[in-house]
Structures are given as C-alpha cells and as structure tokens.
C-alpha cells in the first residue's frame, strides 16, 4: 500500500523567488522550483542561481516549507560530470527532495546525495505499480503520477506499491504523456525531454479524413484539435486522499506571483477541508477567481476517467477567463460598445481586463482595461475604455459579434498582491509556570514540532502592587513582532500573586525567539547514495489495471519482448522461467536512455539490447556509445517519427459522442484521421491497443546518411519503423534498407529513392548534428 504522509501536503510551483514567496505567503507546504543553466523541463521559466540555494532553503526552511528542486530532464553524456557537480551542490544546499526524469541522473543522485529523498518525476512515466517497483529499486521514495490516470487507476496503483504518490490537481494538461513527446524535437529540434517544450499542441490542426479535409465537428471549424482545457480538480480532493495521495501538485512554473497567490490560497482552503472532512469551503466565486488568473476552460483531465467530449473543446489555446457575452455595436470615436451579455456573466468594475475574441487566437486580439461599465438593458452593457491616452485598447478592431471575455479581474488581481505580500509565520504555543522563590518557566513549541525552553535570571517574588497577570505577559513576553513566529496559544499557570520585572519578560522573549531560530536555521546535510525471431513491442504506457496486456503478450510465446515502459520490463525480466528457451527483453526508445550511465542502469536491470532515446543527434549519439558496448544497442534507421501520444482520443472526440471506448463506437476502425499543420503538413493518427493516440511525424527520417558512422560505432542492430505503408511500399523500404546493410547499396541513393517514396520526402531528422562541439 502507497505510503501516506501524516498530513497530505500542497505542493506549488515557482518560477521565479517573487512566486517562491507567494507560494509560502498563501500557504503552500512544500515549493518545486528548478535551476538556471539546464536539467530543468521549464527552461524557460526565470529560474534559480544555484549559489542563492543556501539563501532559498534557510528562508524556507525558516517558515516550516519544503523546496524541492527539478532536475527532470534526460542527460547527456557529456554533461553527466556537470550533472553530479549540481546534484552535490543542491544537497549542500539543503534541498529537500530532487524530482528527476533520467535514470543515470537517478544513479548520480544516489552516489552522491545519499540521504537525500529522489522523486520519480511525471517525465519519467511511472504509469504502474510494476515500474514503481523498478523505480523504488533505484532508490525513488516518491512517484509523480501520471496526469493520465484516473481516481480509480490511482486506488489501484497505491494498493500495489509502498511508495508516496504525488497528483497534479491544477494547471495546464499536456495532450501527450509526460516524457514521450517528441514534437518539438521532431519539428524544431528543441526536445521537451530537455525543458525545450514548443507548446506545439496549442497550434492549430485541421481534421483530414479518408483523405479530404474536413470541419472538425459538423458544421464548426475546431482548429485546436490538441490543445486540452486546464485541470481544475480542487472539489475530487477527498477522493484523492482516500485513493492514497499524499501529495496535490499545481502546475504553474511559468506564471507569476499573483497566479500562484491565487491558487495556492484556494487549494490550501480545499485541502484543509478535505484532511479535516469537512465540506469544501470554496464558493462559486472562488472558482471564476480561478478563471481568472489562467484558464483555457476547466475540466477533471483524467481523474474521472477518459471523456474525450470533455477534454478537448478545440476553439482557442490560450487564457480567456470567464465568458461576459457578444459585441453588438462599436462606437469607436466614443470609446464604448454595446454587448449582449449571456445569463452567467460575471460582475463588472473599473480596471477588469477585456478580451474580444475574433476566433483568431493566433493573431493579436484586441483587449484593454475596462474604464466604465453601465448596464443600458435588460441585457445589454454599455463598455466605456475612456481616452485614446487612457487605453491601449484600439476600438476600430473590435468587430460586432466579437466574444466578450473578462480575462482578468481587477479586485482578485489586488487580493493575490495582498496574499503574495503577507510575511507566513510559524504558530508557537507557549506555556508560561511558575511560583514564588523559583524561576519564571516559558516553554515554546511550534508547528513544526520543534520546542525550546528558557528560565528568568531571578526568581518570582511575591507581588505587593503589580502582580503578574496574562496582559502583561502577552505584552512583554508574548510580543513576537517581527519574528518567524505568530502565536496561536498562550497557556499561564501561576501559583499564587507573583512578580517579575518587565525587562525581564522582554530578556525571556529575546532569549526564546533566538533559542527558536537557531533551531530553525539548522541546515540538515541530505545527501543520498545516490530464422527470424518474433519480438512484440508493449504499449508505450501502462496504467493500473492493464497487467492483462504481458499475460497476453506472454500466451503468445515470443522470442522477445520490446519493454515500452518500465512495468514491462519489471514484468518479464522476472518471467524468464515461463518464457521460452533464448526469450530476451529489449528496452524501446521511450525508456529515455540519453547517456551511458541510464543505458548501463537499464541494461543492468535485465535488457539484453536498448534503443536510445530519440532526443539524441548523432553526435550525443557517438558520446553514449563510447560508454556502452555498440553491439548491445539498437538504432532506429527509419521511422515517422512519433510527435505526441495522447491519452486524450481524436477519433472519439471528433467522430463521435461517446466520452470513451465504451461509448464511443470505434470510428478508428473505420477511418483514418489526419492533422494538417499550418505548414501543410498531414501528420497521421494511429490508435494503439488501450485506445491511446499516437500523431506521428508526416516526413519520414532516416539515418542512411550516417550508417558508416553508426557501423564504426559497433552497432550492429537496426530497426525499420513502418507506420501505414501498404505492402508494396514496405517490400520497397526494407529492400533498401537491406541493401544498405550488405553493403551494396550507399545511403545517399536510400535516401533519394525513398524521398521520391515518400509524399513529404526523407530528412535526417533527430539526428541531425544540432550540439556545439567542445571547445
């Protein structure tokens, strides 16, 4: 059973030290930030100087807050030196946990910090309770899960591991899973594995089906076909505690102070409710307050299982807030327009910021801060925005029939300045005894368990005229002023009427804040020790309650296994006994193997091959082989490359009605779905066995070119991925293809035919030379 935490903590994000501080201020138990200068997925986000770690911990540390640092993206060889340098200097520092992705970075982790907790980040696809038990024998203490798993599947995954397990609750949804998108690296070399993320599931797609383009949905054009809603999941709280989440995380490293402020503030009220059963206390207008600071429209994501009517509305992919209604006249010279507002429209003040919605998200739409507001109909608002000196907002853009957004409201913007400005304090009981003829006792304790006890230099007398009493207590000695600490209770027990001088107290109060700090500041080292053979490939993921897929696989007796994801492996490495005689398992690309010390760690865990990640060009690619045997290592010599893979369906979002597989009757056996990019580009949508999307890249890749260099390298095992070739092409690729591994055919003439193959040509892809050597 997942281990749980004595009290479930709220985990916010912090991009920069203004959100850090918000994140403390509003109530946050533990803060995730990254570093500046890379291993960080938000690179960029403003981020830490790692000499200011010191400083960032003891002011944490100060007000009772864990910080956990990322270092949550896949590692190159050449950079693991550096890598174990900041891992060191993190533990120094007194981190108090690293989230990590890269398996070679964990076994860094552990040599070096040996004391320190090691989180297994979302990016490291730890989809089942399986790879949690490979995860746990690295050295993980802590699972980030999925955003794709459900309440249900989370119940599942607890009940069959003992680690603690970590959900996001809020914040932007990727449409694909965490850690195997290779968008961005296929379409522009910048690798989300590397905090490089292009946001290129915010673009806009347009449906092609059975070869002709289509709208997206009857007669409306849905251009942002990838483009999720935000989680917003602050009412399935008790649901989570009781599934066996100890840890609710909100997504936001890119957002600012007043965003975190926010929802910090909210979820904090939700959490404490939920830990103490009580209803939630959040109003209706907590939630618009939510819109308000980033919303694309909220949704469950996941947790309440697959609704792929649900997720994904296709319309916009950026912040609009909360609906208000539609422009039905400008008047542009009077600075005003009239709208014709929707039942639900929210209230509107002076400063609220304005969005007119013209269905061009792309594009730069007009918006400005609200001047007056007058209601002129039952209706219908008359929107003042006061000077051309006073606005930025040009009003001959605004066209009737405009969507009207609030985007952002001018109270809650000075509310969250409020919360991200207050200082948090520690609470302190204090306990005060004494008698005549002995020493005046306080003894302090505080929320974090901590205690410290001091004495008066004197004893009590017995009073004559000004005896002691809780008033003057409260003002001498409970005074806690500018201090860490705010008291939450105050117990006196005295005997009878004594006496003490006021300086004294005061002398008490010091001694005791003092005493406190020191045991505050303490800085705890963490550091922690740190024929042809038939091989079936798994799904790239696989969630609690999936097990049924390696018995299939096993009653089908094959030479081989290709391990997509970790629970595979942690499954049939341990089946040898029940597999046929010579059954190896092999580690796909997806295992994010981008150095030697990851390739090593999985090839130790029982693979017998491994194919690198495809984050790699060709010359990280030489740097992994120097550290690991090229005969033990399998390359990718042509594929489409496979950009996203969502749980999130396409087919039944926009073929159907149904929410999920039950429902939503199978229009992927029937059709072939593809997205047409704003180059024109048709990248095609497979579905895999468990009913997740795979978009794979339009334009083939092939590593012909370098076949040479991958030889001299020792590697001897090459893979052809085929997508929907039909059998006429196929024979023409693998003849090629083995034309070239005889030796009787060069790569150029591989190249050239199967571009002319191919409908958008043939590039080097991935592996194109994009690193800088060394100086």
């Known amino acids: 059973m997942a281990k749980r935490l004595a009290r479930p903590e709220l985990l916010a994000p912090a991009g920069d030290e203004e959100s850090l501080r918000a994140a403390v201020a509003a109530g946050a138990d533990a803060v995730y930030f990254g570093l500046r200068g890379g291993f960080n997925a938000r690179a960029r986000a403003d981020n830490f100087a790692i000499e200011d770690l010191p400083r960032v911990f003891d002011f944490l540390h100060r007000k009772g807050v864990q910080g956990f640092i990322t270092f949550n993206t896949l590692v190159f060889d050449s950079e693991l030196p550096f890598a174990e340098q900041t891992l060191s200097a993190i533990a120094r520092a007194g981190a108090d946990a690293i989230l990590v992705q890269d398996l070679g970075a964990l076994r860094l982790a552990r040599a070096v910090c040996a004391q320190l907790p090691l989180h297994a980040s979302t990016q490291m696809t730890v989809s089942s309770p399986e790879a949690a038990r490979i995860a746990e024998e690295l050295g993980v203490t802590r699972i980030v899960l999925p955003r794709e798993l459900s309440i249900e599947e989370i119940r599942l995954f607890a009940q069959g591991t003992d680690l603690e397990l970590e959900c996001f609750v809020h914040g932007a949804l990727c449409v694909s899973w965490s850690g195997q998108c290779l968008t961005s690296e296929a379409l522009q070399h910048r690798s989300a594995n590397r905090g490089q993320c292009a946001q290129s599931c915010r673009m806009p797609y347009r449906l092609v089906l059975d070869g002709r383009e289509e709208l997206a949905r009857g007669n409306q054009q849905l251009d942002y076909l990838l483009s999720p809603r935000d989680l917003a999941a602050y009412d399935l709280l008790p649901e989570l505690i009781d599934a066996g989440v100890s840890c609710f995380k909100i997504e936001g490293r890119m957002k600012g102070p007043e965003y975190v402020a926010n929802v910090v503030d909210k979820y904090r009220r939700a959490l404490d409710a939920a830990i103490e059963r009580r209803a939630s206390p959040l109003s209706a207008r907590d939630e618009e307050e939510l819109r308000y600071s980033f919303s694309r429209g909220f949704s469950h994501g996941f947790l309440r299982g697959s609704n792929h009517q649900e997720l994904v509305h296709g319309l916009y992919p950026g912040h609009r807030g909360v609906l208000v209604g539609r422009v ?159 008291l939450r209770r105050l117990v006196l027990e005295l005997e009878g009427s004594v006496a003490l001088p006021p300086q004294e107290l005061k002398r008490m109060r010091r001694a005791l804040i003092s005493a406190l700090s020191s045991l505050l500041g303490v800085a705890v080292e963490k550091v922690r020790a740190a024929g042809l053979r038939v091989v079936i490939a798994t799904p790239r993921v696989q969630k609690p309650g999936e097990e049924g897929y390696d018995a299939r696989f096993e009653r089908l007796k094959p030479d081989g296994i290709l391990a997509r994801h970790l629970g595979a492996l942690e499954h049939f490495r341990r089946r040898g006994a029940t597999t046929a005689p010579g059954f190896t398992v092999h580690g796909d690309f997806s295992l994010n193997a981008t150095n030697a010390v990851t390739a090593r760690t999985l090839l130790g865990l029982g693979l017998a091959t491994l194919t690198p990640a495809y984050d790699l060009d060709l010359a990280q690619l030489r740097d992994l082989c120097a550290g690991v045997p090229g005969e033990r290592l399998e390359v990718t010599i042509h594929q489409h490359l496979p950009l996203f893979h969502n749980e999130h369906c396409v087919y039944a979002h926009l073929l159907s009605a149904g929410a999920d597989f039950r429902t939503c009757g199978r229009p992927c056996e029937s059709h072939l779905v593809h997205l047409r990019d704003h180059l024109g580009l048709e990248h095609p949508v497979i579905v895999d066995v468990g009913c997740r999307n795979t978009v794979f890249n339009a334009r083939a890749q092939s590593a012909a070119g370098c076949f040479p260099t991958l030889l001299g390298l020792g590697v001897r095992r090459f893979r052809v991925e085929l997508v929907r070739e039909n059998a006429a092409e196929t024979r023409q690729v693998l003849t090629a293809y083995a034309e070239l591994l005889q030796g009787t055919r060069p790569g150029r003439s591989i190249i050239r035919d199967l571009g002319a193959l191919e409908k958008y040509g043939v590039s080097a892809g991935t592996l194109a030379v994009v690193t800088r050597p060394e100086a």
Do not use: N
């Open 328 to 486: 039905v006249e400008v008047h542009a010279r009077a600075r005003h327009v009239l709208v014709a507002t929707e039942p639900s429209a929210p209230e509107l003040k002076p400063g609220d910021r304005i969005l007119f919605d013209q269905g061009k998200p792309e594009d730069d739409e007009p918006r400005g801060g609200l001047f007056a507001c007058e209601r002129v109909g039952p209706a219908l608002l008359r929107l003042s925005f006061g000077g051309p000196d006073e606005s930025t907002l040009d009003l001959r853009l605004v066209r009737p029939g405009d969507v009207v957004w609030k985007a952002k409201d001018a109270e809650l913007t000075r509310k969250a300045k409020r919360i991200a400005s207050q200082e948090r304090r520690v609470g302190l009981e204090l306990r005060v005894r004494g008698a005549a003829g002995s020493p005046l006792v306080a003894e302090a304790k505080d929320d974090l368990g901590r205690s410290a006890r001091v004495e008066s230099a004197m004893p009590l007398a017995r009073a004559v005229a000004s005896p002691l009493h809780e008033g003057i207590v409260r003002e001498k000695l409970c005074a806690l002023g500018e201090s860490e600490f705010a």
